[in-house]
């Protein structure tokens, strides 16, 4: 399915490095049928871009969609959630005072069972991907539920609604109740071939959807599954996602199944688990041998600073990681987090990364660019599509959200009548009241302080999929 060719007008930020921002302002980019970036011009508005840049593509101005951003707008890269439970979205904010394991059993394996039924999985998935489409989220690393046929409905409408995704069919054998366990590993290898088949039939060259393999944790799959799955990787060379070292009564559990490996992160090892491909999720208590091991193997961290918090799992030392040289992106880990914005992700790492600081170690603060850049490009290195997303290149695709800092930036404004009749016929925006915020000051309010109403709208690969109404 091709699209159409867009132009889109106006200023654009994005990470170039892990502590620097770009920001292009007066610039046009050029989106081919396909969703790429064919041409990004400095200096260029409507007019210059109409004459001289769009016949010079070879491109007719008439069939050409055309986005200005107006004062107070900018455009940037999609967000990346590198973790995400679409199953348990009904539960966001329910956690009480649990913790992992007894969570896991009081709320999250009864939703997760009751997502078997097709038409309650249609509507909490659809919601989902809305809902986190609505917040910026172009590309999602699913964990389905072990039901084949709704994982393979959260692949279709990851793919209706235009959001990239890897889906992936849940695996779980062990530790788990018998109203909500693989009957067997044979049983959950067949069953992932099923997804992997499905996804193959509705996006045969993954432009949007990609399966993923997923042991779900290593107290809930047996060897013979974990063995299995690393086989399947071998002939696939599909992608991995797991948990690892989220909680201390976790570890205890791994140490006590598997009493022949030294560590955590060992037990994925030796199961042909580790790979340049695989996500692992939270990474919280793991010692120098097991990164240096996850470095030797290229694996990949998904920091989920919300899920971290909200089920008091730990703080994950990111500085260290990324010091030492692992690839991090950032996960909502909807429900153990309770919200399925990146953004709010971004904002909780900057602030366990302060608490960090707190406990003596200064350098451990994360800087906004920092978050966003785990938020981005970061993601996009940890789910391997770093050549194609994260930033704004020619030659990668569009994926990317219009940011209005505008009237409806301070939440307290809206509803209140005065307020919005005090705003009637502004123009500029609120944050940029004086004049006198420079960017850094713009984009640091819109991170501790923004949500979805900024997300005026949103691309995947050059198609319109989400837009605030006016
Ligand atoms: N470990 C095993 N399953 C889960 C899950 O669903 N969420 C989180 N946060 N950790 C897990
Ligand atoms: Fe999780």
Same mark, same amino acid.
């Given at each position: 399915m091709s699209g159409k060719q867009r132009v889109f007008i106006g200023d654009f930020v994005h990470c170039k490095t892990l502590d620097t921002l770009e920001i292009l302002e007066d610039t046009a980019i050029f989106v081919d049928e396909e969703g790429v970036i064919v041409?990004?011009?400095?200096?260029?508005?409507?007019?210059?871009?109409?004459?001289?840049?769009?016949?010079?593509?070879?491109?007719?101005?008439?069939d050409v969609m055309v986005r200005?951003?107006?004062?107070?707008?900018?455009?940037?890269?999609?967000?990346?959630?590198?973790?995400?439970?679409?199953?348990?979205?009904?539960?966001?904010?329910?956690? @009480?005072? !649990? =913790?992992? %394991?007894?969570?896991?059993?009081?709320?999250?394996?009864?939703?997760?069972?009751?997502?078997k039924d097709l038409a309650r999985a249609r509507s909490v998935y659809t919601r989902c991907i809305k809902r986190t489409l609505s917040h910026g989220t172009t590309t999602a690393a699913y964990y389905a539920t072990i039901h084949v046929a709704t994982t393979n409905l959260l692949s279709?409408?990851?793919l209706a609604n235009g959001q990239r995704a890897f889906v992936g069919r849940c695996c779980l054998d062990s530790l788990s109740p018998d109203w909500y366990i693989d009957e067997s590993p044979a049983q959950a290898i067949k069953d992932t071939r099923a997804t992997i088949e499905h996804i193959a039939n509705i996006d045969p060259s993954n432009k949007l959807i990609t399966p993923i393999l997923t042991p779900?944790?290593?107290? @809930?799959? !047996? =060897?013979? %599954?974990?063995?299995?799955?690393?086989?399947?990787?071998?002939?696939?060379?599909?992608?991995?996602?797991?948990?690892?070292?989220?909680?201390?009564?976790e570890l205890d559990l791994v140490k006590e199944l598997f009493p022949n490996s030294p560590n955590y992160t060992s037990v994925y090892d030796s199961h042909g688990l580790l790979t340049p491909k695989t996500i692992l999720a939270h990474a919280i208590h793991l010692d120098e041998s097991e990164v240096d091991l996850i470095i030797k193997r290229q694996s990949k961290v998904s920091h989920c600073p919300c899920s971290n918090s909200s089920i008091t799992s730990g703080t994950c030392k990111v500085r260290w990681l990324l010091e030492k040289g692992v690839e991090v992106g950032l996960g909502t880990d909807v429900s153990g987090g309770y919200s399925p914005s990146i953004l709010e992700a971004a904002r909780q790492a900057s602030l366990v990364s302060r608490h960090i600081a707190m406990s003596g170690d200064d350098k451990a603060k994360l800087s906004i660019e920092e978050v966003l850049y785990l938020a981005t490009r970061g993601g996009a290195n940890v789910v391997g599509l770093e050549q194609k997303i994260g930033g704004f290149e020619v030659g990668m695709e569009?994926?990317?959200?219009?940011?209005?800092?505008?009237?409806?930036?301070?939440?307290?404004?809206?509803?209140?009548?005065?307020?919005?009749?005090?705003?009637?016929?502004?123009?500029?925006?609120?944050?940029?009241?004086?004049?006198?915020?420079?960017?850094?000051?713009?984009?640091?309010?819109?991170?501790?302080?923004?949500d979805d109403r900024n997300t005026l709208a949103v691309w995947v690969k050059g198609r319109l999929v989400h837009e605030i109404r006016k």
């Open positions: 041409a990004i011009e400095r200096g260029c508005d409507l007019k210059k871009a109409e004459e001289i840049s769009i016949p010079r593509l070879g491109w007719v101005k008439e200005v951003a107006r004062k107070g707008q900018f455009f940037f890269p999609g967000f990346v959630d590198t973790h995400i439970h679409a199953p348990q979205y009904p539960n966001v904010g329910i956690f @009480g005072k !649990s =913790t992992l %394991l007894d969570w896991l059993t009081t709320y999250t394996f009864p939703m997760e069972s009751s997502l279709d409408l990851c779900r944790f290593a107290p @809930g799959c !047996s =060897t013979e %599954l974990m063995t299995q799955l690393g086989a399947l990787h071998k002939e696939t060379n599909l992608p991995f996602q797991t948990h690892i070292s989220e909680n201390k009564g569009w994926d990317a959200q219009l940011i209005g800092l505008g009237p409806n930036y301070w939440s307290e404004d809206e509803g209140n009548p005065e307020c919005v009749k005090a705003l009637e016929g502004v123009e500029e925006s609120p944050v940029d009241m004086f004049g006198w915020e420079n960017w850094e000051e713009r984009i640091a309010k819109w991170v501790f302080n923004g």
